[in-house]
């Protein structure tokens, strides 16, 4: 059974850093494209970043490029989520999903974890 | 930029429900929806623009190419109560506002 359980979330102060894990069960994440979205309080969902399955690329929404990073654990099945320099407005609930592609190259989020809470307050 | 519409809607069980997604360039069939109830996690509803994720009810269905794109509920149920959100994949990956779906 496909699972993510994403943890590390918490309050913490503008500008500290924070790390978010994401751990899978089921299948091998290093396998697997494996995306972080977020979704401010009561607002939409936002792409994060990414890092393809064989890890040469990383992909980064430009309102974090610059202060977030990836990294992975292949003997924890673990993908991390470095945040620095943290803003007020990085305030959101935090998932991470898989990625699978259709026939034609188009990449859709078939699982997702149920997130972690992100607060960034003084 | 994903734009869809309307925002929000409510409608009567059973009734056709349809949500509107258009994109600012053409994104082919790179397009995807997904459902999210009230403090749960997105759920995959259709991919491709018009193929349903196993496990999906078939009052489901999606349509279009290129710029603009709509997802249907035919027959609209209690569990349908929910926001929908578009994503395309053409070029990263960005979501649509959502619609927020109420009986």
């Known amino acids: 059974q496909v699972q993510l359980v994403e943890s590390g979330g918490g309050v913490v102060q503008p500008g500290r850093s924070l790390r978010l894990s994401c751990a899978a069960s089921g299948f091998t994440l290093s396998t697997y494209g494996i995306h972080w979205v977020r979704q401010a309080p009561g607002k939409g969902l936002e792409w994060v970043a990414t890092?393809?399955?064989?890890?040469?690329?990383?992909y980064y929404a430009d309102s974090v490029k610059g202060r977030f990073t990836l990294s992975r654990d292949n003997s924890k099945n673990t993908l991390y989520l470095h945040m620095t320099f943290l803003r007020t407005d990085d305030t959101a609930v935090y998932y991470c999903?898989?990625?699978?592609?259709?026939?034609?190259?188009?990449?859709?989020?078939?699982?997702w974890g149920q997130g972690t809470l992100v607060i960034v307050s003084s | 930029q994903m734009t869809q519409s309307p925002s929000s809607l409510s409608a009567y069980e059973g009734d056709r429900v349809t949500i509107t997604c258009r994109a600012s360039?053409?994104?082919?069939?790179?397009l995807n929806w997904y459902q999210q109830k009230p403090g749960k996690a997105p759920r995959l509803l259709m991919f491709a623009a018009s193929t349903l994720q196993s496990g999906v009810p078939s009052r489901f269905s999606g349509r279009g190419s290129g710029t603009d794109f709509t997802l249907t509920i035919s027959n609209l149920q209690p569990e349908d109560i929910a926001t929908y959100y578009c994503q395309q994949s053409y070029d990263t990956w960005t979501f649509g506002q959502g619609t927020k779906v109420e009986i």
């Open positions: 890092r393809s399955s064989d890890g040469s690329d990383e």
């Open positions: 360039q053409s994104i082919a069939t790179y």
């Open positions: 999903a898989r990625e699978l592609a259709s026939w034609d190259a188009n990449q859709y989020f078939d699982s």
